[in-house]
């Protein structure tokens, strides 16, 4: 049974920092890229970052670079996702997806809220 459950988010104020974990399971871990999404009501899903299979590659959003660091521990099974310098308009509900040639799963979400 494929899991991808995330775990980390909460309420923390602006400039504070958090970690999300996304452990998997019930896949080939280390064939898949992952990928961090953040979703709010008002502007939809929108990629935050992502990491190659290898974990020697990664990409960010625009608004989030310089702030945000993605990195995959293949003996854990898990992708993070560390989250410095946090400002209210990060605040969304966090996801992770697993993605190969051939298939891709998603968590169910943790939600950040960023708030004074």
């Known amino acids: 049974q494929v899991q991808l459950v995330e775990s980390g988010g909460g309420l923390v104020q602006p400039g504070e920092s958090l970690r999300l974990s996304c452990a998997a399971s019930g896949f080939t871990f280390s064939a898949y890229a992952m990928s961090w999404y953040r979703q709010t009501p008002g502007k939809g899903r929108e990629l935050v970052a992502s990491?190659?299979?290898?974990?020697?590659?990664?990409t960010y959003a625009d608004a989030v670079k310089g702030r945000f660091t993605i990195s995959r521990d293949k003996s854990k099974n898990t992708v993070y996702l560390q989250m410095n310098s946090l400002k209210p308009e990060d605040t969304a509900v966090y996801s992770c997806k697993a993605v190969s040639s051939r298939s891709n799963y998603w968590g169910q979400g943790t939600p950040v809220t960023v708030s004074s």
């Open positions: 990491i190659d299979s290898t974990g020697g590659s990664t």
